[in-house]
């Protein structure tokens, strides 16, 4: 899956380019393809501190859970490197949400590259009416602006729950990070489907229960995205949604696969991008 890239042509200077290079596959330098950067969760065998979290959150200086488990608010941090990167170059992610891009040497312990602190941005829109809204995230990955540009996803997501089942939608904001910690203050795209998970029950009668072969009505969606170069050097996003619909009462073999692409409208409203393909899809909602 490859992931969005801004049609700007601004770069950034230098020395942020250089710390962001660190992070950077080889193979998309030599790509013209714009590619996201993953990051992978580091396993706790290759961690190169055991005490990582409590000197990163330092700091950082993050209110971070004091243990792996978390408080239940927030998540607790997680450390990751990029696909690609070079040795003893991280990434972290914090409470607040913080993104930090670190260094780590034995005997030199950690240092802090880069701070993106989003404490202070406000999702363009947020759904909580009714509902559960949970705490903003950072989405682990890097997603290619043009030039050396980068954007990060902040995922706003909520839930709903009920008798025989529930639901979960998250929508996102793209936003660019800018030099010496600071980040965009409107997004790229704002409000984007990126993920969603309903369930609802069907079955209501013993009988039901004893015969059905599937007792709940079960949506599941997600986003991919992809970027195409055009001439002048910008690039159009196309975003792709799918979804799965598997009907209540019914085998497996009955699910229903669906697909819908568009081209996301750049330059102008971001809010407009995002309704681009919301207005096309389902987002895991029955309809007549």
Known sequence: MTLLAHPRAALWPAATAALLALATPSAFAATSEPRAVAFTEVAKAALPDPAWSRSVCALAKAACAADAQGDGVEKPPKLYQAKGGAAGSYYAIVPGPQLLQLSYASGAGWKVLQQWDFSDYQPAERVDVGSDATPLEI?????????????????????????????????????????????????????????????????????????????SEDFDGYLLLRFVPRSSGQLDWIATWKETHWPGLVPKSKTTHSAVSVTLPLGGDPAAAGKALRDKISFCEPTN
């Open 139 to 215: 989405y682990p990955a890097l997603y290619p602006l043009g030039g050396t540009r980068y954007a990060v996803a902040l995922v706003a997501g909520w839930s709903e729950g009920y008798s025989g089942g529930g639901g979960h939608w998250d929508n996102v904001d793209m936003v660019e990070l800018q030099p010496n910690g600071a980040h965009a203050a409107k997004p790229v795209v704002a409000t984007l489907p990126f993920g969603c998970g309903k369930s609802i029950r069907a079955c209501f009668f013993e009988r039901d229960y004893k015969h059905s072969p599937h007792c």
